[in-house]
């Protein structure tokens, strides 16, 4: 039998059906090619990727210069056509692997920089490969029901507020503003103005209280929200850092944001919350809390003293991606109101679905964002209460390790060593200085160089969960050896 094609195109009905089969088989051929060619490809990142966690033990924490020279490697033109996505992964592995900084082992005491948790960098992996789009339930129910249960957990162990509500951003400056909105929403709606609407000009002064050592993240948010990091009512603290409740200003009323600290990067330091907190409640002020990663001292039972009080303000800011060892893009707002938070964050359009009790993105900036919680999630269900808090005070006895250590080789401790930060002077600004350099270039251990009442400081940050006993002395003794050369 013929079929007539274009009105003068005889073929037959076999040959069609032959075509059709061919296009079929190349059809799935190619679907099983794509399949097997993306198994591959992933597996062969997992070995890279697994082959690099098995090295920490043994490389240098920092890269070597030669080392470092091989980044030119991937300096090249980019090409016309497309190249094999396998090629592109090894060269990054071969490259990326020299010439990354080993936060994810256990000498890295630099900033407060915590290396993946193994549970949480697996989630994280899982949630790559989802691609969830975070923002709505519609685009991610999965992710909506993951941020509501972890959002309970969180506040079940965090110094929160049992009644707020909470908002997965990329990292504490980012949270720290969401707060910062928050309040200004509450205290603008309660003096008749619709911030969201019709912005700050010709808005009721919003008057703002800071510690004399806010961090950069708070005062970088505080510009961001319109409010100056320059235009602020600055309270004296103490040697370590801590605001003086003492010198605490009177003049605060419902139309004031009283910002609070919660773990100095220096010192360790805490602002009283439990003194200032009540006083700023009865005149009606906005507290917030910076607790980048004090907060988490609130997460065990012998460190939870240096959080007292701090429940009681009305927003909160924190990274799960220091303490909680989640890896990077994971900070957290919390807000006692809810009303609150989503007033300021919110944002409407005819496309967007709003069914459903909590819609992720009302509470964050981002519309589009990462589904971050899960890497939370699996962390909290896979340690419990007790391995977080074990976490957190080992940690901080690992620092009092190395102020020990220190101190009895006869270098000055400047802090008193309440958390996970440890301050040493090695005598004068430029001697700590090259001490801490030449460590730095050593590869046994990095740690990091401030400023501190005027003299340069080497600052120990006990961060991750891999630091072991053994970390601990092989890093002190090459700080030690590296001090005497220069005694």
Same mark, same amino acid.
């Given at each position: 039998?013929?079929?007539?094609?274009?009105?003068n195109?005889?073929?037959?009905?076999?040959t069609?059906m032959?075509?059709?089969?061919?296009i079929?088989?190349?059809? #799935?051929?190619?679907?099983?090619? $794509?399949?097997?060619?993306?198994?591959?490809l992933?597996?062969?990142t997992t070995? %890279?990727?697994?082959?690099?966690l098995?090295?920490?033990?043994?490389r240098?924490v !920092?890269?070597s210069q030669?080392?470092?020279?091989?980044?030119?490697?991937?300096n /090249?033109?980019?090409?016309d056509e497309?190249?094999?996505?396998?090629?592109v992964?090894?060269?990054?592995?071969e490259? =990326?692997s020299k010439?990354?900084?080993?936060?994810?082992?256990g000498?890295?005491?630099g900033f407060?920089?915590?290396g993946?948790?193994p549970?949480?960098l697996?989630?994280?992996?899982l949630?790559?490969s989802w &691609?969830?789009?975070?923002?709505?339930?519609?685009t991610?129910p999965?992710?909506?029901?993951?941020?509501?249960?972890?959002?309970?957990?969180? *506040?079940e162990?965090l110094?929160v507020?049992?009644?707020s509500v909470? =908002?997965?951003?990329?990292?504490?400056?980012?949270a720290?503003?969401c707060g910062?909105?928050a309040?200004?929403? !509450?205290?603008?709606?309660?003096?008749?103005?619709?911030v969201?609407?019709?912005?700050?000009f010709?808005?009721?002064?919003?008057?703002v209280?800071?510690g004399e050592?806010?961090? =950069?993240?708070l005062?970088?948010?505080?510009?961001?929200?319109g409010?100056?990091? *320059?235009r /602020?009512?600055t /309270?004296p603290?103490d040697?370590?850092?801590?605001?003086?409740?003492d010198?605490?200003?009177?003049?605060?009323?419902?139309?004031t944001?009283v910002?609070l600290q919660?773990?100095s990067?220096?010192t360790?330091?805490f &602002?009283?919350?439990?003194?200032?907190?009540p006083?700023c409640?009865k005149?009606?002020a906005w507290?917030?809390?910076?607790?980048a990663?004090?907060?988490w001292a609130g997460?065990?039972?012998? *460190?939870? #003293?240096l959080?007292?009080? /701090?429940?009681l303000?009305?927003s909160?800011?924190?990274?799960?991606h220091?303490?909680l060892?989640?890896? #990077?893009d994971s900070?957290?707002?919390?807000?006692?109101?809810? +009303?609150?938070l @989503?007033s300021?964050?919110?944002?409407?359009?005819?496309?967007?679905?709003q069914?459903? !009790?909590?819609i992720?993105y009302h509470?964050?900036?981002e519309?589009s964002k990462?589904a971050?919680?899960?890497e939370? %999630?699996?962390?909290?269900r896979s340690?419990g209460?007790?391995?977080?808090? +074990?976490?957190i005070?080992?940690?901080?006895?690992?620092?009092?390790?190395f102020a020990?250590?220190?101190s009895?080789?006869?270098y000055r401790?400047?802090n &008193?060593?309440?958390?996970n930060?440890?301050l040493?002077?090695f005598?004068?600004?430029e001697k700590?200085? *090259?001490?801490i350099?030449?460590? $730095?270039?050593?590869?046994?251990?990095?740690?990091?160089?401030t400023k501190w009442?005027?003299?340069?400081?080497?600052r120990?940050?006990?961060?991750?969960w891999a630091t072991? &006993?053994d970390?601990?002395?092989?890093?002190?003794n090459?700080?030690? @050896?590296?001090?005497?050369?220069?005694?």
């Amino acid at each position: 039998m013929f079929i007539k094609l274009n009105g003068n195109i005889l073929i037959s009905e076999s040959t069609i059906m032959e075509k059709k089969t061919n296009i079929k088989t190349q059809n #799935y051929q190619q679907e099983n090619l $794509q399949s097997e060619r993306r198994r591959n490809l992933l597996q062969q990142t997992t070995e %890279y990727s697994v082959n690099f966690l098995d090295s920490l033990e043994s490389r240098r924490v !920092s890269p070597s210069q030669d080392e470092l020279n091989e980044l030119e490697k991937l300096n /090249v033109p980019l090409q016309d056509e497309s190249i094999e996505p396998e090629s592109v992964i090894k060269l990054l592995s071969e490259v =990326g692997s020299k010439t990354t900084i080993a936060n994810a082992g256990g000498r890295y005491f630099g900033f407060i920089i915590g290396g993946s948790h193994p549970v949480s960098l697996a989630a994280n992996w899982l949630a790559g490969s989802w &691609d969830q789009n975070g923002g709505l339930i519609v685009t991610s129910p999965f992710n909506a029901k993951i941020e509501e249960i972890t959002s309970d957990w969180l *506040k079940e162990i965090l110094p929160v507020s049992k009644e707020s509500v909470a =908002g997965f951003v990329t990292g504490v400056t980012v949270a720290n503003f969401c707060g910062l909105a928050a309040a200004r929403h !509450s205290i603008l709606k309660k003096q008749g103005w619709n911030v969201e609407s019709d912005g700050l000009f010709g808005a009721p002064e919003i008057k703002v209280v800071i510690g004399e050592h806010a961090h =950069g993240s708070l005062l970088k948010a505080l510009s961001l929200v319109g409010f100056g990091s *320059k235009r /602020v009512l600055t /309270v004296p603290v103490d040697k370590q850092g801590g605001m003086l409740a003492d010198k605490f200003p009177e003049d605060i009323d419902e139309r004031t944001i009283v910002c609070l600290q919660s773990g100095s990067v220096n010192t360790g330091a805490f &602002d009283p919350a439990d003194k200032i907190i009540p006083e700023c409640k009865k005149k009606g002020a906005w507290v917030h809390v910076d607790g980048a990663f004090g907060l988490w001292a609130g997460a065990s039972p012998k *460190k939870s #003293y240096l959080t007292k009080g /701090v429940e009681l303000a009305d927003s909160w800011a924190t990274d799960a991606h220091k303490w909680l060892n989640v890896p #990077y893009d994971s900070g957290i707002v919390f807000v006692k109101k809810s +009303d609150d938070l @989503r007033s300021a964050m919110s944002m409407e359009a005819a496309y967007l679905d709003q069914s459903g !009790s909590r819609i992720p993105y009302h509470y964050t900036p981002e519309l589009s964002k990462k589904a971050r919680a899960i890497e939370i %999630y699996a962390t909290l269900r896979s340690l419990g209460r007790k391995a977080i808090a +074990d976490l957190i005070e080992r940690t901080c006895s690992h620092a009092e390790k190395f102020a020990e250590g220190l101190s009895k080789a006869g270098y000055r401790i400047l802090n &008193d060593v309440v958390v996970n930060q440890v301050l040493v002077s090695f005598g004068r600004s430029e001697k700590t200085d *090259k001490i801490i350099s030449e460590i $730095q270039k050593d590869g046994t251990c990095w740690v990091g160089g401030t400023k501190w009442n005027g003299e340069s400081a080497m600052r120990i940050s006990v961060s991750s969960w891999a630091t072991t &006993d053994d970390d601990v002395e092989r890093s002190l003794n090459a700080m030690l @050896r590296i001090a005497k050369l220069y005694s």
